[in-house]
Every structure is written in structure tokens, then in C-alpha cells.
């Protein structure tokens, strides 16, 4: 970098806007599908959790265990597998989401109180029924602290897919950036994704507020 | 399940386990990468985390710290910091990937500690203080012997989160071409040496998860001997983990 390379090119930025939305999209999809992929496991996992209690410990133990794997060694490790590939960074970015959703799901669903389960019972309410009417909505600001935890941290980790091949805006962090010493793809990407994570996370809050409208209501009145 | 055998292959090749690039050199890297700026850090963050908790000033500052510290990508602080430390490496001996690496790993360390430190205090009962209090402690010895012996587990915990990612981010250091274990990962890539990439992948999961057994060794045995029945319930109030990095 020459010592009087400017921090940001605001002419570079200018004429990139298309690059920097399209790999925004591709950040977003990333980590759509891993906190997609991630909850359809996680809420199946809570769920034979529940039916057979001493699934727990070991589906604790082994998210954990992923869960402190470094981003880089994980996908080291699923490199002579599935290559440097979209695949690889998925199964690496969906094992981290499986702790907190885990955790969070199996939380929400035992916040709820057993007189209200009870009464649904004795309702004629099928264990199905139960978990879909009243159980989960019942969980649902717990699960979404866990997703909005999973989707922020996702979001970080997208960009050290780069390092793979991949990458979303880590691109511009690793490639056009450290590679290639140029601070404004640097700032460019970081920027972004921390404003995507932050973006993200009032999203998820909103939808929060909408899947619980009594929760509002409730503070309305009282 | 060829690869697993290429990269023990590599991991007990005698030409590993000697000389600059040799694996106990990088370890002790990495060891030092990670140490250096968890110890700066812990220095920062427990004062700050204790005086914020012991007095609830700037509690706010304790909590938001933690949430924008799980949205801080920590490639990103790397790529961040880069530019601003290149002068002070320009012309020097330093790899200019070094001071990035450390700054980053720093401001990375500090926020789980900090959060920590300031819950740990908070969430003892103002009755044993009010009681110390009463007995005519000086808020120094509120501190020292009621507060933070009992905010211990707490404050150990945020610290294990810290050194956890501290580690593990370490590993991203290789990138600005600095040393550590995450070398022979990016070698490993950039030769499409299997080898090397999945025996340095190993040895870094390794490293993390005896980090975290490390640490959460300490935070049980941190439990005060007056509260040891209580241990389980400590274990079970379990805070939520730091980002994997």
C-alpha cells in the first residue's frame, strides 16, 4: 500500500455499486440458507430432545464441541471433501448455528408454563396441535433471541469464507483488500457486513413484535 | 476418510516437529499471538467491568458493549485495523500483519469480560453486600471479599469466551501473513496439500477445545468453598457462548 493510498476511494465505491450490491446478495443468501438450514435442525433436534430426554447431553456436547472449532480449521477440514466450495462453507456456517438454536428452541418451548400445556390437554389439543397453537407461540421470544444471535454471528462468519473461495463481502475484505493492499475494499466490506448484522437484527426484532401482537398489546393496556 | 489419514500422515512426520515452521514452533506462536493481547485485555476489562458493576454506573455502556462486540466481524476487525498500524510497521523489522493481528485480537477480548464482570457483580444479592456493608466493610472490602469472590464464576466465564475466540481468531492472523497454527491451513490451501491443511486443521481445534477445557476448569474451581453445593446450579445458569470466530 503506498503511504499515501487514501483510506477510502470514494470514486472506486462509486464505481463498483454494482459488485457491492451483488456480492450484499450473496452475504444475504449465504446466510439466509445456513440460518435456514441450521433452525430446520435445530427445532428437529429439540424436538427428539424432548421425546427422549437423554438425547441432551450428547447433542449439547457435539454442537459445543463444533461451536469452538475455528471457522478456519472447519473448513479446513470439509476442504478434501466437498472442496473449496459453496457446500463446504454452508455445512461449516450451519454447524455453528446449531448450539444457540438448540438451546434457544429447547428454552423457549420449556418457558412455557405446564398448567397452560395442561389446559390444552384437556382441551382434546393432539400433541401437534399443542405445539403449534399454543406451545410455540408461547416460545417465540425466546427462539427469535436465538436466531437473531445465530443471524449476527452468521453474518460475521460469511465473510471468512473468502478465505475458501467464497464469501459474500468477505471478498472485498481478503481479496481486493489484504491481498491487494486497498483499504477501501477493507472499510467497504466491513462496513457493511457489521451493517448488515445490525440491519438483520432489527428485522428480526420486528418480526418478533409481529409474530407476538399480544405481547404488544399487553403494554398498551397495562 | 483418505484425508484424515494424509493429515495424521503429516501430523507424525518427524519433519513437522523441528525448526521455525516446525509445529512447536507455531504453537507457541499461536500460544503467544492469543496471550499477549487476552492478558492486555483482561487488565482493561476487569477494572472497567468491576468499577461498572460495583457502582452501576455506565451499565448501559457494560451491555451494549457485549451485543455490538457479537456483531463485530473479527476478519473484519483484522482487515480494519491494517491500514491504521501499516505506518508504524513501514520500515521496521515488525511483519505488518502483527500489530493488526494483536489490536484486533484486543478489542475482540475485551467486551465478553467486561459484560461479564459487570452481570457477575450485579446479579449477587444486595443482601450479602448490604449485610458486609453493615458490618462496617469499606466498599474495598465489599469488593475484594464479598463481591468478587462471589462474582468469580461469572467473571471467569466471560473470560473463557474471551480466550475461546481469542484462539480461535488467532488462526485468521496467517491471512496477514503473520505465523500461528492457521500457516498451515492457508498453505495447506494455497500448495493443495491435504497434509497440511487438515493436520494444521486438527491441531487448531485441538488447541481451542484444550483452551476452553482449560478455562472452564477454572471457572469450577473458582466456585467459592461456601457456595460449592450450589456448583450445579452455577453450571446450569450457563451464559450464552461468545461468537465462534
Redesign the interface.
Known amino acids: 500500500?503506498r503511504?499515501d493510498?487514501p483510506?477510502i476511494r470514494f470514486d472506486w465505491i462509486a464505481r463498483n455499486l454494482g459488485e457491492i450490491g451483488q456480492r450484499v446478495g450473496e452475504h444475504l443468501v449465504m446466510t439466509l440458507v445456513a440460518v435456514g438450514i441450521g433452525f430446520v435442525i435445530s427445532f428437529a433436534l429439540a424436538l427428539a430432545i424432548r421425546r427422549w430426554r437423554s438425547l441432551a447431553g450428547p447433542v449439547l456436547a457435539v454442537s459445543?464441541?463444533l461451536?469452538?472449532?475455528?471457522?478456519?480449521?472447519?473448513?479446513?477440514?470439509l476442504?478434501?471433501?466437498t472442496g473449496?466450495s459453496i457446500v463446504s462453507a454452508e455445512i461449516a456456517l450451519v454447524s455453528?448455528t446449531l448450539?444457540?438454536l438448540v438451546?434457544n428452541i429447547l428454552a423457549g418451548l420449556e418457558s412455557v408454563p405446564a398448567e397452560v400445556s395442561e389446559a390444552a390437554i384437556g382441551m382434546g389439543y393432539t400433541p401437534w396441535q399443542r405445539l403449534w397453537a399454543i406451545e410455540l407461540p408461547i416460545a417465540v421470544p425466546i427462539i427469535v433471541a436465538g436466531v437473531r444471535?445465530a443471524t449476527?454471528?452468521t453474518?460475521?462468519?460469511v465473510?471468512?469464507t473468502?478465505?475458501?473461495g467464497q464469501g459474500g463481502l468477505?471478498y472485498f475484505?481478503?481479496v481486493v483488500?489484504?491481498r491487494q493492499f486497498f483499504?477501501t475494499a477493507?472499510?467497504v466490506?466491513?462496513g457493511l457486513?457489521?451493517a448488515l448484522?445490525?440491519v438483520a437484527?432489527l428485522a428480526l426484532l420486528a418480526l418478533q413484535a409481529g409474530l407476538t401482537p399480544w405481547a404488544r398489546a399487553r403494554g398498551t393496556a397495562g | 476418510m483418505?484425508?484424515l489419514g494424509?493429515g495424521i500422515a503429516w501430523l507424525t512426520d518427524a519433519a513437522q516437529w523441528s525448526g521455525a515452521e516446525g509445529i512447536p514452533n507455531r504453537i507457541w506462536e499461536h500460544v503467544l499471538i492469543s496471550g499477549i493481547p487476552l492478558i492486555a485485555a483482561l487488565l482493561v476489562a476487569v477494572p472497567v467491568g468491576l468499577y461498572i458493576g460495583h457502582t452501576g454506573r455506565g451499565a448501559l455502556f457494560a451491555v451494549s458493549l457485549g451485543n455490538i462486540g457479537?456483531?463485530?466481524?473479527?476478519?473484519?476487525?483484522?482487515?480494519?485495523v491494517?491500514?491504521l498500524t501499516?505506518?508504524l510497521t513501514?520500515g521496521t523489522d515488525i511483519p505488518l500483519g502483527l500489530p493488526p493481528t494483536l489490536v484486533a485480537l484486543f478489542a475482540l477480548a475485551i467486551p465478553p469480560i467486561v459484560t461479564n464482570a459487570y452481570v457477575g457483580l450485579r446479579e449477587i444479592d444486595r443482601d450479602l453486600v448490604e449485610a458486609g456493608r453493615g458490618m462496617g466493610m469499606r466498599e474495598s472490602q465489599l469488593l475484594t471479599q464479598v463481591e468478587l469472590p462471589l462474582a468469580l464464576p461469572v467473571i471467569l466465564a466471560g473470560v473463557r469466551t474471551s480466550a475461546?475466540q481469542v484462539?480461535?481468531?488467532a488462526?485468521?492472523g496467517?491471512?496477514?501473513g503473520i505465523g500461528g497454527l492457521?500457516r498451515y491451513?492457508?498453505d495447506?490451501?494455497s500448495q493443495n496439500d491435504?497434509g497440511q491443511?487438515?493436520g494444521?486443521?486438527?491441531l487448531?481445534?485441538l488447541l481451542?477445545?484444550i483452551t476452553?477445557l482449560i478455562f472452564a476448569g477454572l471457572q469450577r474451581a473458582s466456585v467459592s468453598r461456601g457456595l460449592q453445593p450450589q456448583r450445579r446450579a452455577f453450571e446450569l445458569a450457563g451464559q450464552?457462548?461468545g461468537?465462534?470466530?
Open positions: 500500500m503511504p493510498e483510506l459445543g464441541v461451536y469452538t472449532i475455528p471457522s478456519l480449521g472447519l473448513f479446513a477440514l476442504i478434501p471433501i473449496l455453528y448450539l444457540i438451546r444471535i449476527v454471528t453474518i460475521g462468519l465473510t471468512v473468502s478465505l475458501i468477505g475484505i481478503v483488500g489484504i483499504p477493507i472499510y466490506g466491513a457486513s457489521i448484522a445490525l437484527d | 483418505d484425508f494424509a457479537r456483531a463485530l466481524p473479527s476478519l473484519g476487525i483484522l482487515g480494519i491494517l491500514p501499516l505506518p513501514a475461546v484462539v480461535a481468531t488462526t485468521l496467517a491471512v496477514l492457521g491451513i492457508l495447506g490451501i491435504d491443511l487438515v494444521g486443521a486438527l487448531v481445534a481451542a477445545i476452553e450464552a457462548p461468537p465462534p470466530a
